[in-house]
């Protein structure tokens, strides 16, 4: 079959893009090297209206654009680029098997500059490398040595429905937004387009005197606006109605049922469907849940983590083991309130481990567990649960794994829509393009593979699978794209993409109904 007629101006033009996307990373995870980031905006976007992407109407030049930036450009700094803890094909997180696999193919990557750069030794710890944490100075810099903590990474999916604050929150100084682990993660007004410029500022420099104009330069208003349109449009767009869900797993429609009981697991008063609102206002809001005793610093002073509102502060101000302990105040041992921001759990499974300090895990089954120990219990929101239902929280072990079920049938639903999101996306462009960039469509199609081996992942239950018949058929799936990404001509190809969409739609259908998830155009980056 001929090709399509392209003008010679858009083959010119495509031919660019392509030259310029030469610096990509490959499948197996090799980041950009700091010279990607010597391109202008102007030429990111004059890029961007040439991709086959925006050409074909899947992504706008603005979401495009500032994908590129968050994926490419290193602000003059240490090399590292927002994807650097943010990985695409890692669900825009870092964990111990992400590292382990990238100190395997790049140890050099700049992930790791704290252990190549002697100016920034203690840019990181060394738990960077066995708990996947990292040094935020989410508080200020006037105390370099003591006033940190340690956090593992947030993925940045779905933030379209996570970051409006709650009025009724009652903590001081409510910012624009809540981003990050305690609801102030970033600088300024506390918007996410400001969050950029905190993460340049704590995580890019090539000097912690982190002077801008010298250790990195500042995102212009044009960069934060388009990195804030991309990360808006990352994940899925809108809440579940989870009184209107029926899955046909019936163990999984038993915790779902647990879930929004509030005699049993009570979770949607906090994460009303699943998500990262409030049941009685959807918006976000911080808690106290007792996540704080978990040490966040550092064993040299014995400073935790006291999450939101540590800004300013001299001194520790907050006893964080208060309530944990046998009552003998010992002194201050926090910065902050004791609170932190309140995450989705629909992208939660493959996303271990949990909560900021990443000391809950590998498993959701783990998470849920926390809810019936006696830090929770004790805390103020378990007191403020036991005041509102009129008994303390308490379900048995087998609600436990019924509400683990229920949130892998959740997860798996949103990697497999994701994936079919992004196969679709390369059979457009296959039809409209045939083999010109390619690149885009077999990266798509590679990226596909990656949520659909996350789904299987999270279905595959030790000696209690989910659905395995899905399993079967994801499988099915991966052999077709494999023999895609194998086909020499784009017509060999397109072929494959249409049996692997079918593949993945047989498994999703078979969780259940009104599993319905909207997704950003974003996904389709990278």
């Known amino acids: 079959m001929p090709g399509p007629k392209l003008s010679s101006s858009i083959l010119a033009s495509l031919t660019a893009v392509a030259l310029l996307a030469s610096c990509a990373p490959s499948p197996e995870g090799e980041r950009r090297s700091a010279a990607s980031s010597a391109l202008s905006v102007r030429d990111r976007i004059t890029a961007c209206e040439q991709d086959p992407r925006v050409i074909a109407g899947l992504v706008t030049r603005e979401i495009c654009a500032g994908a590129e930036i968050f994926f490419r450009e290193t602000f003059e700094g240490n090399g590292r680029t927002c994807g650097s803890c943010h990985p695409v094909e890692n669900n825009f ?51 370099l040595d003591r006033k940190y903590v340690m956090r593992g990474v947030q993925h940045t999916l779905s933030l379209a429905t996570t970051i409006a604050p709650d009025p009724a929150n009652g903590t001081a100084d409510v910012p624009l937004q809540r981003t990050g682990w305690s609801g102030d993660g970033a600088p300024g007004d506390g918007s996410l387009r400001q969050f950029l410029t905190g993460g340049i500022t704590r995580h890019f420099p090539r000097d912690l005197g982190r002077e801008p104009g010298v250790a990195f330069r500042l995102p212009t208003e044009q960069e934060l606006d388009l990195v804030l349109a991309y990360q808006m449009s990352l994940g899925r767009t809108n809440e579940l109605d989870l009184t209107k869900i029926n899955l046909t797993d019936p163990e999984a429609n038993e915790g779902r049922l647990a879930f929004l009981d509030p005699q049993r697991g009570r979770c949607n008063v906090c994460h009303s469907n699943a998500g990262a609102n409030h049941m009685d206002t959807g918006r976000n809001r911080n808690l106290d ?112 794994i019924k509400i683990g079920r229920f949130l892998r049938v959740l997860n798996a639903a949103f990697n497999l829509d994701l994936a079919k999101q992004r196969l679709e996306a390369a059979q457009v462009l296959a039809l409209r393009f045939h083999d010109t960039r390619d690149d885009v469509q077999r990266r798509l199609m590679e990226l596909a593979e990656v949520e659909i081996d996350d789904a299987l992942q999270v279905l595959a239950i030790p000696g209690a699978p989910l659905h395995p018949t899905a399993s079967d058929r994801l499988h099915l799936a991966k052999a077709e794209i494999a023999a895609g990404l194998g086909a020499t001509r784009w017509s060999q190809r397109l072929g494959r993409i249409a049996s692997a969409i079918s593949r993945v739609q047989n498994a999703r259908d078979q969780f259940g109904a009104n599993i319905t998830y909207r997704l950003g155009r974003g996904n389709l980056m990278y």
């Open 93 to 143: 997180t870092i964990d111990i098997p992400f590292i382990d696999a990238l100190l395997d193919s790049n140890p050099l990557d700049p992930l790791f500059i704290f252990e190549q750069d002697p100016e920034l030794t203690e840019l990181e710890t060394f738990e960077l490398k066995t708990n996947a944490l990292i040094r935020e100075n989410v508080d200020g810099f006037e105390d």
């Open 289 to 400: 849940t007792g996540t704080r005793t978990a040490p966040g610093t550092n064993d040299r002073f014995g400073v935790f983590d006291g999450g939101f509102g540590g800004k300013g502060k001299a001194e520790p101000d907050i006893d964080v083991l208060e309530g944990f302990d046998d009552g003998t105040f010992t002194g201050f041992t926090g910065y902050g309130d004791g609170t932190f921001n309140v995450p989705p759990i629909i992208e939660a499974v493959d996303t271990p481990p949990f909560f900021h300090s990443n000391a809950f895990g590998p498993d959701i089954e783990g998470a849920v567990h926390y809810y019936t120990m006696i830090f929770f219990r004790d805390s103020p929101a378990g007191k403020e649960l036991e005041r509102r239902f009129g008994s303390p929280i308490a379900f048995p072990d087998s609600d436990i």
